[in-house]
């Protein structure tokens, strides 16, 4: 596996001490729900660490570090309150910069309002990056959800996980993934709202996450997180987070799943072809993050019609509908999207969400 240029050396004892079993934080030993038994359920749910889940016994002075090791690869906001129209505005430090790590720095020890992230594993297609000093987040994945993605997700799936470090009441603005996420809490306390999704938004086989205001239509949810704690976010549910109390709060989310880009599928229909093309309206031909369109095979594959033999009729439908074709017989096109089907079963054909991925796999 590829490593993040720029490693750290840490001291290996340093290492050593930072690592312990977290069974202490919850002292549970009785949970009933595994984390993995959350994936692709849609109810927001709070699982306690087992004991099986290690992780640094000190995370501030550990998000602390690998700030400092890694600065240019964070991403660090902080809020500017304006007393006279009692408003925040959302700044950024320069990443490029080193001075910026002792001005976040500085706002982490005095409790001011700012966060900040850095990715610790992008991993997709069997092939990715762990960062250093990040090992036990790949361990993490390995033990507790590696074997239950496999069968989730046969096609192959995308993981990201990413270090949290915030204080001072600062507000994460709302938003929603496209992932199931979990969000494995280690140090301070925040309150987490989560919209739960909707059964008009599940029920889409195709969709965008550009309609906040309808993902966030009914009451959210609202959990106060404990060191100890795992938060499980449904992919596609609205959420914002705050950071609550002057100690840091440190995180570490893992995202993981297989939305499928429409993008994508129209490249490898259209490999697959030999005459005609496959494409879309240009209303769904945007890249943008929120505005691109997903679907998720997944969904289907235990419908009644989900055999390895052909796509399920309403995956299919939905598909057929949207998808323009020049001079491609509508027999042609069923019997392309069935072969196109098996293959996605039989083979890991998932190449990752992200409009990168898609431009880069023309
Ligand atoms: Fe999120």
Same mark, same amino acid.
Request: hydrophobic share 40%.
């Given at each position: 596996?590829?490593?993040?240029? @720029? ?28 984390? *993995? ?94 960062? @250093? ?84 239509? *009914?009451?959210?949810?609202?959990? @106060? ?23 840091? *709060? ?32 240009? @209303?769904?031909? *945007? ?76």
């Amino acid at each position: 596996m590829l490593q993040y240029t @720029n490693p750290v050396q840490i001291p290996k004892l340093l290492i050593r001490n930072l690592f312990i079993s977290l069974q202490h934080f919850s002292g549970a030993d009785n949970f009933m729900t595994e984390p *993995s038994d959350c994936l692709q359920t849609l109810t927001p749910m709070l699982v306690n660490f087992s004991g099986k889940i290690v992780h640094p016994v000190d995370p501030v002075p550990w998000a602390l570090d690998m700030f400092a090791a890694y600065l240019s690869e964070a991403d660090m906001q902080f809020r500017e309150r304006s007393v006279e129209v009692n408003e925040s505005t959302l700044l950024y430090f320069d990443q490029k910069d080193p001075a910026s790590f002792e001005q976040f720095k500085h706002r982490i020890d005095s409790a001011q309002p700012v966060h900040g992230s850095l990715p610790l594993i992008d991993f997709c297609a069997g092939d990715g990056t762990v960062r @250093n000093n990040a090992d036990w987040a790949w361990q993490i994945y390995n033990t507790i959800f590696e074997q239950k993605m496999a069968t989730c997700h046969p096609m192959g799936s995308y993981l990201r996980s990413t270090m949290w470090m915030s204080c001072g009441e600062h507000r994460y603005d709302v938003h929603c993934d496209l992932f199931d996420g979990f969000l494995f809490h280690m140090s301070g306390c925040k309150l987490v709202r989560v919209w739960p999704v909707s059964k008009e938004h599940s029920d889409m086989v195709i969709f965008n996450h550009s309609d906040f205001d309808g993902r966030m239509a *009914s009451e959210a949810i609202e959990f @106060n997180l404990k060191p100890g704690q795992i938060l499980f976010i449904p992919s596609g549910a609205m959420h914002e987070v705050i950071s609550i109390g002057d100690e840091p *709060s440190v995180s570490v989310s893992f995202h993981m799943g297989s939305p499928f880009p429409m993008p994508t599928l129209c490249i490898q229909l259209n490999k697959m072809l030999q005459g005609g093309k496959v494409s879309l309206s240009p @209303n769904m031909n *945007s890249i943008n993050k929120f505005k691109m369109y997903f679907f998720e095979p997944t969904r289907f594959i235990n419908t009644n019609n989900g055999s390895q033999d052909g796509m399920p009729e309403e995956l299919y439908k939905a598909l057929a509908e949207v998808l323009q074709s020049e001079n491609i017989a509508s027999k042609t096109m069923r019997e392309l999207m069935s072969s196109w089907w098996q293959i996605a079963m039989t083979q890991p054909l998932y190449q990752g969400p992200y409009p990168e991925r898609v431009s880069g796999y023309e």
